[in-house]
């Protein structure tokens, strides 16, 4: 493999999302020191510190599980004293928002510096940087081999969208471009050729995915998270701590400081927001009865790895990762 001082390049490659994956990267919080040590009031510090010490434990039993099915983990890394102390900035919990692995090529084209040390691992050749507007990450663009399905905002501009969609064409891809303008990976997840799970009709499913077995979940998991209605008002809908539904001073500082933070739980409430080991193997976030067995009646295993700030995060197993190799290649599977 290539190297440069001494460090191992990561290799990349990425054609549909249930490919066998071989190498992926896995977000970061600050640490509960963090939080201990900059913010004094406890009603705020000691919710931040518990959700900080609780993602990073999630973190670690995704990791192994990954570890256990072969796959080479790497972790965000950052120094979290060089902290803005005027909190802009959103740590890298979900980095499945800021990039996109398509055929060869790494996707960094909305990243923040806390992505910098990982980003230098990339090589160059299968490295595109810029500064479209228009977002490229696979939080939006579900990748089913010669097919993508890309969701934009409705304001994105139609010239950048052109640029990514031709050079992809260009490549051989076949492009889908929709205007709902939110993350798809958590309203729908293609599990493998002929069989997918929906909130929704997020995309024309007959005429896109003919033939294909989809389940799907309308209204199942806000009976899950019942507690979030109490504090919906107050945060708008953003985001959410169990426990913590009355406790203003923690919600106003949230809502005052910790803006870029947090994102839109409404739209992403139902755990759909899984990730493909393979064809037969996926991760989510906890048990389904209607989900699980679909997944049986097409022979994929579940494996159920609780991310129990995904509410706060608002992103679930797909969005804290960031798959960078998966085997496979360009397949037809509408042709």
Not at 186 to 197: A, N, R, W
Not at 217 to 224: G, T, Y
Not at 297 to 307: D, G, M, S
Request: charged share 30%; net charge negative; glycine share 6%.
């Amino acid at each position: 493999m290539e190297q440069i001082k001494g460090q191992t390049m990561i290799p990349v490659k990425g054609y549909a999302t249930f490919d066998p994956l071989k190498s992926c990267l896995i977000g970061r919080n600050f640490s509960g020191d963090f939080f201990k040590k900059n913010i004094s009031d406890p009603k705020v510090a000691d919710p931040l510190r518990r959700i900080a010490d609780e993602t990073e434990e999630d973190y670690q039993a995704l990791e192994k599980i990954l570890k256990d099915a072969n796959v080479k983990t790497y972790r965000v890394n950052f120094d979290e004293n060089k902290f803005d102390k005027d909190w802009h900035g959103r740590p890298p919990v979900c980095p499945r928002d800021h990039f996109a692995v398509i055929g060869e090529t790494f996707y960094a084209h909305q990243y923040t510096d806390f992505y910098g040390n990982f980003l230098k691992q990339i090589p160059k050749k299968n490295l595109s940087l810029g500064a479209k507007a228009v977002e490229v990450s696979t939080a939006i663009i579900a990748r089913v081999g010669k097919d993508l399905f890309w969701d934009v905002k409705e304001d994105s501009k139609q010239e950048d969208i052109n640029f990514f969609k031709d050079r992809w064409e260009s490549e051989g891809f076949n492009v889908h471009v929709s205007r709902r303008g939110y993350h798809s990976d958590g309203s729908f997840c293609v599990v493998k050729p002929g069989c997918i799970v929906t909130l929704k009709d997020v995309q024309d499913y007959a005429t896109e995915f003919p033939g294909w077995d989809i389940l799907y979940l309308p209204d199942q998991s806000w009976q899950k998270v019942h507690p979030f209605i109490q504090m919906k008002d107050k945060v708008k809908g953003r985001w959410w701590i169990p426990g913590e539904e009355d406790n203003d001073t923690l919600i106003h500082f949230i809502n005052t400081w910790l803006n870029d933070w947090v994102g839109y739980v409404e739209e992403t409430v139902f755990d759909v927001n899984m990730l493909s080991i393979d064809q037969n193997t996926i991760i989510c976030n906890n048990y389904n009865k209607e989900v699980f067995e679909h997944f049986k009646k097409h022979k994929v295993e579940p494996i159920v790895c609780n991310f129990r700030h995904r509410y706060f995060w608002d992103g679930g197993i797909h969005c804290i990762t960031q798959d960078l190799y998966r085997e496979g290649k360009m397949e037809d599977y509408f042709g």
